[in-house]
Every structure is written in C-alpha cells, then in structure tokens.
C-alpha cells in the first residue's frame, strides 16, 4: 500500500461523509479495509478511484444490488470480466433511455417557455402607453405665440 487514507481524508477526497464511507464498506460495495492496530481504518489510494466509479453508478441509477453485484464480481477477480461487462452494458443502455426521457421533458419545457415568452410579448406591446393625467398636461404643454416664440409665462412684453 502506498500512502494510507485515514476515513476522514478519504472523505475529504470523495466529497461524501465519513458515515457514507463505512456504509459502503458494510454494504460490501468495496473491499474490506484495512486497519490499525487501535482499529481506525486505513484505505489504500486505490480505493479512491474504485469509490468514484462506485458513485458514478449510484448517480446514474444503478440499483444498490446492482453495485453490489458488480463489486462482488470484481472482487472474484479476471474470471468475471465478461459478467461485469455485459452488467455495464445493460446499464449503459438503461442510462441512456433515461436521458432520452430526458431529453423528450426538456424539449416539452423548452415549448413551454417559449410560449409563455411569446405570450409576455404580446402582453407588453397591447398594454396601453401610459398618458400624462390632466393635471400634468400643463407641464407638457407649453402655449406658444409664433409670432414672438414667447410663453405665456414669460410675461407681457
């Protein structure tokens, strides 16, 4: 074993907790780990690469059984390889039926913004321009003599 992880700086690496490390372990998702002598767990660099492909199936939907099979096979070693590969495959294939149900709600959402968008528009150009209320109009108007170009206010010449 190269350099050693205690439980906490496997986690750190991973990203999970340390209770997630112990249930994987319990669930029989990863080899048995090692320990020191006052019992601690030490996990091998190794483990971190096999823990991640382990997390990648859990969030591609593999079901726990499903990893735990997996993980069983490899343990046993080169005799299963074609037993994990037709298991990858087979949820390869579900995976991507996944993100074509996906794929079919996104474009569904997509055609609904797109209609609430255009729906926003056409509100926005019927609403009517706002108009000055009769108290203002006397601050936008402004009488002008055109024969002096002079207002009202400006006084009698």
Do not use: C
């Amino acid at each position: 074993m190269s350099e050693a992880l205690t439980i906490g700086r496997m986690a750190a690496a991973l990203g999970v907790s340390t209770h997630t490390l112990r249930y994987y372990e319990q669930a029989g998702l990863m080899q048995p780990v090692s320990r020191t002598s006052a019992g601690h767990r030490l996990y091998a660099r190794d483990d971190i690469e096999w823990l991640r492909f382990v997390m990648r199936l859990k969030a591609t939907g593999m079901p726990i059984a499903g990893m735990q099979e997996f993980a069983a096979l490899r343990a046993r070693g080169e005799k299963t390889v074609g037993k994990r590969l037709a298991l990858l495959i087979e949820h390869r294939a579900a995976v991507l039926g996944e993100l074509r149900q996906l794929e079919a709600n996104l474009a569904v959402i997509d055609e609904k913004i797109a209609h609430y968008e255009r729906l926003a528009q056409d509100m926005t150009d019927r609403r009517p321009k706002p108009q000055p209320h009769d108290k203002e109009l006397r601050w936008h108007k402004q009488t002008i003599d055109p024969t002096t170009n002079a207002t009202p206010e400006d006084g009698p010449s």
